[in-house]
């Protein structure tokens, strides 16, 4: 089938560490986001791609990495310097930048 | 500072009951306007509308868009616990390299 696929599900970190969220695609969707969806706030930007080896900064990529080496998959690295790490993290993707974006089911990390 | 605003914020309604979903944008270079239904995790993709004062109609949910008051609803006629959710509304750029989502609008249909 296809779809986005996001991993783990639920993530435990300890302050200090580093640690990836996965998503994979086989839309063959050339664009890839990744949101983050705090309580009473809407998605926010972390960094988005709209093709292999290229991606941008979005409204809050402080603390966070990320890579696009194949078309299928754009992880995200969540370092020791995000400062509030604990969130709702969603990957989306679309077939170009702007239009309608699929989600994944989320990851929700915790900072134990 | 591009942004949108959905008002209510919360909604309790009765089954039976036809709500209205209101969603305001300040968006740079509008493109389009995306309702988004999520309900436990991923958000689901309900339209998207680009040009003014046409109608989009999925069932019982409708949608329209008002460029000149920047602003779009969604209507949802004789609800259904189903439609339980938060319905989240986002402006696409033209040009731009995002989404810009409002904070969402809680509804819970009581049965």
């Known amino acids: 089938d296809g779809g986005i696929t996001q991993s783990p599900k639920y993530l435990f970190r300890k302050e200090g560490q580093n640690v990836t969220l996965s998503c994979e695609q086989n839309?063959?969707?050339?664009?890839m986001y990744w949101y983050r969806q705090d309580p009473g706030q809407g998605l926010r930007l972390i960094y988005y791609?709209?093709?292999?080896?290229?991606?941008q900064k979005g409204d809050i990529a402080e603390g966070y990495s990320v890579s696009r080496e194949k078309k299928e998959s754009f992880p995200l690295t969540v370092t020791s310097a995000q400062k509030n790490p604990t969130a709702f993290y969603l990957c989306?993707?679309?077939?170009?930048?702007?239009?309608?974006?699929?989600f994944g089911q989320g990851t929700r990390l915790t900072v134990v | 500072e591009d942004k949108v605003v959905q008002s209510p914020l919360s909604l309790v309604v009765h089954e039976g009951d036809t709500v209205t979903l209101n969603c305001s944008y300040e968006?740079?270079?509008?493109?389009?306007l995306l309702w988004y239904k999520q309900e436990k995790k991923a958000p689901t993709f309900l339209f998207m509308l680009?040009?003014?004062?046409i109608e989009k109609k999925s069932g019982r949910l409708s949608s329209i868009l008002d460029k000149k008051e920047l602003s779009s609803i969604l209507n949802i006629t004789a609800t259904q616990t189903g439609d339980s959710a938060i319905y989240l509304c986002?402006?696409?750029?033209?040009?731009?390299?995002?989404?810009?989502f409002g904070a969402g609008t809680i509804l819970r249909v009581k049965s």
């Open positions: 986002a402006g696409g750029m033209e040009y731009g390299n995002k989404l810009v």
């Open positions: 839309l063959n969707h050339d664009a």
């Open positions: 968006v740079t270079n509008f493109r389009s």
């Open positions: 680009t040009s003014s004062g």
């Open positions: 989306a993707s679309s077939w170009k930048l702007n239009t309608e974006a699929f």
């Open positions: 791609s709209q093709i292999v080896n290229d991606f």
